[in-house]
Nanobody
Framework: QVQLVESGGGLVQAGGSLRLSCGVS????????MGWYRQAPGKQRELVAR???????NYGDSVKGRFTISRDNAKNTVYLQMNSLKPEDTGRYYC?????????WGQGTQVFVSS
């Protein structure tokens, strides 16, 4: 069982930055892929960013060039650096792990971007 704990959300003005962190109970070097997803009210959960065990990243179209996912294997932590935030980035952000044949989700952290 992999446990994920997100932190770093909050209220920020448009154009500002936030960094989300996801602490992982398992060594992330063993995890196939780590990712961040978000869900806005009334919308489906969508991929924000993802990084594989070998460092390959991919991003949702709406965040390319503004968000960066990174991983610190020594700290078993995955980060999401969010710059140039827009009101449409508002939502609950969830950390996700694909490990062996299972998937795991954190409880999420709320991000609110004011205009």
């Amino acid at each position: 069982q992999v446990q994920l704990v997100e932190s770093g959300g909050g209220l920020v003005q448009a154009g500002g930055s936030l960094r989300l962190s996801c602490g992982v109970s398992e060594s992330i070097s063993n995890i196939n892929a780590m990712g961040w997803y978000r869900q806005a009210p009334g919308k489906q959960r969508e991929l924000v960013a993802r990084v594989t065990y070998d460092g390959i990243t991919n991003y949702g179209d709406s965040v390319k060039g503004r968000f960066t996912i990174s991983r610190d294997n020594a700290k078993n932590t995955v980060y999401l650096q969010m710059n140039s935030l827009k009101p449409e980035d508002t939502g609950r952000y969830y950390c996700h792990a694909a490990y062996l044949i299972s998937e795991y989700w954190g409880q999420g952290t709320q991000v609110f971007v004011s205009s």
